[in-house]
């Protein structure tokens, strides 16, 4: 079964090796009929802590990594510059 992946923005991150991801959704509401926008927020794992702030990344599902982390930073771009997340060998630990 394929990884769900997502794109969001990052909105934190003061954590080492964690950035606070809000991922942003719209759907039609079922009543109102109206267009409505809703947003989440994902902690994911950035090994070299290489993003910040309004940066644009797409993250990837992954096994529990701490009590709050379940996905990791695939790719992402720095305001404007395009950067690929560092290749992280699970088992070298």
């Known amino acids: 079964m394929p990884k769900r992946m997502?794109?969001?923005?990052?909105?934190?991150?003061?954590?080492?090796?964690?950035?606070?991801?809000?991922?942003?959704?719209?759907?039609?509401?079922?009543?109102?009929?109206?267009?409505v926008r809703r947003s989440k927020h994902y902690h994911a794992h950035d090994e070299a802590n290489a993003y910040?702030?309004?940066?644009?990344?797409?993250?990837?599902?992954?096994?529990?990594?701490?009590r709050l982390k379940r996905w990791s930073v695939v790719r992402g771009e720095r305001k404007g510059e395009a950067v690929a997340a560092p290749a992280t060998d699970s088992k070298a630990k």
């Open 52 to 66: 910040a702030i309004g940066d644009m990344v797409w993250i990837e599902e992954h096994r529990p990594i701490s």
């Open 6 to 35: 997502l794109q969001g923005v990052v909105v934190s991150d003061k954590q080492d090796k964690t950035v606070v991801v809000r991922i942003d959704r719209r759907f039609t509401h079922p009543v109102m009929k109206k267009t």
